[in-house]
């Protein structure tokens, strides 16, 4: 076990950044563009913090059961805390994470509920209530932008942003899963709430069947709805919140456009052309300006 009260000395490889940086670039393009705008003695942390999230939400493809999966989460709760097997640091996510969590003083806890949460995307079990969905989403995506505010924060007595961070999560990821759905439906995964599907007379089957009906689009509605509320509620809450923090919140400011773009009239269970990366690149630099704003309604 690592010896907690022994002073840590980062050992950060210039390799370890270059390959969370190309890996997040690659695989999770919001986040990377959000990071350019955070200033660059900062950016080393947010890249390594959001490589180990692509690292743990491509879990399941790199699996072939639920159990292996298991195993491949429990390495990272026990490299967080000293105790795997083998050199922690010659993965380069791991020994770059290591290096934010203590240089920045990241509560280990965050990590170790996200990677809870994350069972849930091993196993084909559906998503029992929109309670429930919104826990899952604070607890992973709503986490991430918690931990990116403490390490951009210059002001740790500043008005808190934990709320703000709550609702801009949920917001995030029903929004991703709903771009997500029509994958998750060919591989029979249900993130739509079972009292949702249950409102519009349908069931976990109706969710994944690949036929769409009004039900089922009314339900997927509700969804964006839920979305679009803690949209709101994220804005409202970030009022006086520290400038710094802003680049954690800025792949908010794609949610808007990526539901007008679901909303268009189209088969559920195919996917909705994306925006291209020069758009979705415009609508974060844009949204800077929206989240200054935002910030400076007090």
Known sequence: MLQQDKPWQPMTDAADIAHCTELVRELDRDRYIA??????????????????????????EAITNPMAGEVRL???????IGGARGDVRANPVAA?????????????????????ARIFDLYDDPMPTVNDLEGYAGETSSALIRLA???LSED?????????AGHAGVAYAVTGLLRAFPIHARRGQCYVPLDLLR???LTRDDAVSGKASPALRAALADLRALARRHYEAALA??????????????PLMLVPGDLARMERPHDPFKAVPAASPLSRTWRLWRGASVLR??????
């Open 293 to 298: 704003k935002a910030v400076a309604a007090i």
């Open 199 to 201: 409102k519009h007379g």
């Open 96 to 116: 770059a994470l290591l290096d934010a969590i203590h240089a920045h003083r990241l509560p280990r806890e965050t990590f170790f509920a996200l990677l809870d």
């Open 35 to 60: 990071d350019l705008f955070a200033p660059v003695d900062k950016r080393g942390a947010l890249l390594a913090l959001h490589a180990f999230n692509v690292e743990i939400a491509r879990v399941r």
């Open 156 to 164: 740790a007595g500043g008005i808190d942003s934990a709320e703000a």
């Open 74 to 80: 429990q390495w990272w709760s026990e490299a967080l």
């Open 149 to 151: 505010t403490l390490i």
């Open 237 to 250: 809450a970030l009022a006086g919140v520290d400038p710094a923090e802003l680049p954690a919140f800025l």
